[in-house]
């Protein structure tokens, strides 16, 4: 790794410690918070790219499972990826690789509508295709309900999508970041 590369992963662990400042809201039928810090991945994958943006996130959930602080509402520590929410955040690596291995192949030809749909396909269908079985499992409820229940985080992570598209967009105007593979 560059020293750039290196700071792109630093950077982007530290946005992603940085968005769990907003205050979560938890859901009381799953137990799962509502937080700003699911932005983080689609923001890493997006700007820094596959490889920069999957490390990043993944030195940020090693850092979590170390037991800092650094999850919404100051929690940290190993119960933190046993829990409920933990299939989403053991996700959040591999959902910062997939959003930046789309954006780099397409960078391109990307417009507002596909980065929303790589942003969607990465961010959210992916983490919450494991984070929805997680919360079954750990929580011991059926499918059915948790997936109901994490129905309620659709509509804050239709407003992420949005928001990263704009940041992305903004940035790799004024900072090209990525390469095209």
Same mark, same amino acid.
């Given at each position: ?12 662990a530290a946005?992603?410690?940085?968005l769990?400042l ?6 009381p ?25 999957a490390?990043?996130? !993944? *030195?940020?959930? %090693? +850092?979590v499972?170390?037991? &800092?602080?650094?999850?919404? =509402?100051?929690?940290g ?5 046993m829990?409920?929410?933990g299939g989403?955040v053991l ?23 596909k980065? !929303? *749909?790589?942003? %969607? +396909?990465g961010?959210?269908v &992916?983490?919450?295709?494991? =984070? ?23 509509p804050?992570d239709?407003?992420?999508?949005v928001?990263?598209?704009?940041v ?5 105007? !004024? ?7």
């Amino acid at each position: 790794m560059s020293t750039r590369d290196i700071v792109f992963v630093a950077l982007f662990a530290a946005l992603t410690a940085a968005l769990g400042l907003f205050p979560p809201v938890t859901l009381p039928v799953i137990g799962v918070p509502i937080t700003a810090q699911s932005m983080g991945p689609m923001l890493a994958g997006a700007i820094a790219g596959a490889r920069r943006g999957a490390a990043a996130l !993944a *030195l940020f959930v %090693v +850092l979590v499972c170390a037991g &800092l602080p650094l999850m919404a =509402g100051g929690r940290g520590g190993l119960g933190i990826v046993m829990g409920p929410g933990g299939g989403f955040v053991l996700m959040w690596p591999v959902a910062a690789f997939v959003i930046g291995f789309l954006y780099e192949r397409g960078l391109e030809t990307l417009t507002a509508w596909k980065e !929303a *749909l790589i942003l %969607v +396909l990465g961010g959210v269908v &992916l983490t919450y295709a494991v =984070g929805i079985p997680w919360i079954a499992a750990v929580a011991r409820v059926d499918l059915a309900k948790a997936a109901i229940g994490s129905a309620w985080f659709l509509p804050g992570d239709a407003v992420k999508v949005v928001l990263v598209v704009l940041v992305a967009r903004a940035v790799r105007r !004024a900072y090209p970041t990525l390469r095209p593979r």
